[in-house]
């Protein structure tokens, strides 16, 4: 009978660390709904690692070329969805910096959290910085920066929403395990 307690908290702290992420993931997918960052995304890191994969820079650069398009989507999107997580409710965009996930923890350790608004404005800002194109006498080591810098950025953006919506440890688990 005194193993029921322990099973009891257990069950119940489960519980609410699973609604809450949902509501998370409900949140997060909203805004990204009206978007195709995720798809566009995919297609880019492909489309990069394609290119990292060439072996003459003239195919390369025909590849790279090819992505110029998806690239100018990505970035009005990103800007479109950075201005719309923004007005996302302040409570609600709370990530815990905790290790791993704690129903509440936003408001019960409010000085361990970081705002979600913010760190997508600053991917936002970080891939539109590494979408600027090179110009055209651009050495071709240059485009190849600047595709690692581009997944690079991506991926990290990749993490912070799984943060979001997860915990730190689970993000991190799942940004290793794709690199």
Known sequence: MEFLIPVALIVGFWV?????????????????????????????????????????PERQA????????????????????AQAFAQVWADDALISTLPLAFPWAHKIFPAATLDGRKLMQIHADALLAALERPSADAPPQQAKDRAFTITAELMLMQHSCHWFCRSKTVASARLLSRH
């Open 16 to 56: 609410l660390k699973n609604r809450e992420q949902h509501q998370r993931i409900a949140l997060l997918g909203g805004v990204l709904s009206r978007f195709e960052i995720e798809k566009l995304m995919q297609a880019l890191m492909d489309g990069y690692l394609r290119a990292l994969g060439e072996a003459t």
């Open 62 to 81: 025909q590849v790279l070329a090819y992505l110029a398009a998806q690239e100018d989507k990505l970035t009005a999107q990103l800007q479109q969805f």
